[in-house]
């Protein structure tokens, strides 16, 4: 069941955050791959605090879909895992990359094997199974969103989804890559599809912040089922600290201290593990392809209330 309440405990803080960041003059750029995210204003900001039994705080934009783009990742990652457990990590690593989210550099030194299921080559190498275990990998993490969240209407934005396979050549270079060492098991132009649809899921930081929740509960889902086991769920955590914010996934652990994940949508969501979740939303980019404002926003929240991990 999702509660909305507006006026208790962490309420003052996101308003107090939301103050700070609209004189906050310095916003990045709007990710500018495609049509549908550079035409984003850079000024809108928006967060969601959600608790473990689904209570929302929010301020400003955060009941605003947005593009939820490589946060999807997480999600991808958390429905394989439940179905394959480690064989995954047969797979794909999960150590840091240092390089950016859409790199091929490491891939060939590496046997087709991505360092990470965050960057794109392991988010390829993740959806793929998760195809290939599904039938359908946009439409279970569809399904999943909906469900966590309590939003029926989250959806696929098809023009987002038309817009990235107008320009993913990128991403079949590392599709195609990865396929000719035996790490992609579905033709590439199929996969392709699913993670182009499931990067354009639109959802807002309430919906995200939600339906992150099942990290918050070490691995149970809103409705009391597991989807992770225990020690799932704190991996998944421990993966989204090292590799979630790319190359910058140190200065985010430094600044932020939590679990996060990051898409160039400017969505930006955190687990405070036993406690609660986070989405924090404003589509300015810093070069790494993080929100200026949301990781601001996060490093705030983590400092006026003293929720992190560390
Ligand atoms: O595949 C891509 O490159 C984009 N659709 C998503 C990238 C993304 O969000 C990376 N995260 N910051």
């Given at each position: ?10 309420q ?21 791959y495609?049509?549908a995210?550079?035409a ?33 990742k997480?999600?991808t ?20 990359s240092?390089?950016p ?11 087709g ?20 275990r ?15 969240s ?25 599709g ?100 609660c ?13 993080n929100?200026?404002a ?17």
């Amino acid at each position: 069941m999702v509660i909305v309440r507006s006026t208790l405990t962490f309420q003052p803080v996101l308003d107090r955050i939301a103050d700070e960041i609209a004189q906050t003059p310095t916003r990045g750029r709007p990710a500018d791959y495609i049509p549908a995210l550079a035409a984003c204003d850079p000024a809108r900001f928006g967060m969601a605090v959600a608790e473990l039994d689904g209570t929302v705080y929010g301020v400003g934009d955060w009941r605003q879909p947005f593009s939820a783009q490589s946060i999807t990742k997480v999600f991808t990652l958390a429905l394989d895992l439940a179905r394959e457990a480690d064989e995954l990590w047969e797979h794909v690593g999960r150590e840091p990359s240092g390089n950016p989210f859409n790199s091929l550099v490491q891939l060939e030194y590496e046997n087709g094997i991505p360092r990470n299921p965050f960057i794109n080559a392991g988010a390829l190498v993740v959806t793929d199974r998760l195809h290939t275990r599904t039938g359908d990998a946009a439409g279970t993490l569809l399904d999943f969103l909906r469900t966590e969240s309590g939003n029926d209407r989250l959806a696929i934005d098809e023009d987002v989804a038309a817009s990235e396979a107008a320009h993913g050549d990128r991403n079949a270079a590392l599709g195609h890559f990865m396929a000719s060492y035996g790490n992609i098991d579905n033709p590439v132009p199929v996969l392709l599809d699913a993670y182009f649809r499931q990067c354009s899921v639109a959802a807002s930081c309430a919906d995200l912040a939600l339906a992150t929740g099942f990290l918050a509960r070490h691995g149970i889902r809103s409705d009391g089922s597991r989807l992770l086991t225990q020690r799932q769920a704190k991996q998944v955590n421990a993966v989204m600290l090292t590799c979630g914010t790319y190359d910058a996934a140190g200065e985010f652990a430094y600044r932020v201290g939590l679990p996060g994940k990051s898409g160039v949508g400017g969505g930006v969501i955190a687990v405070v593990p036993g406690r609660c979740t986070l989405c924090a939303w404003s589509p300015g980019l810093d070069e790494q392809g993080n929100s200026v404002a949301g990781v601001a926003a996060l490093d705030r929240f983590t400092t006026l209330t003293g929720l992190s991990v560390f």
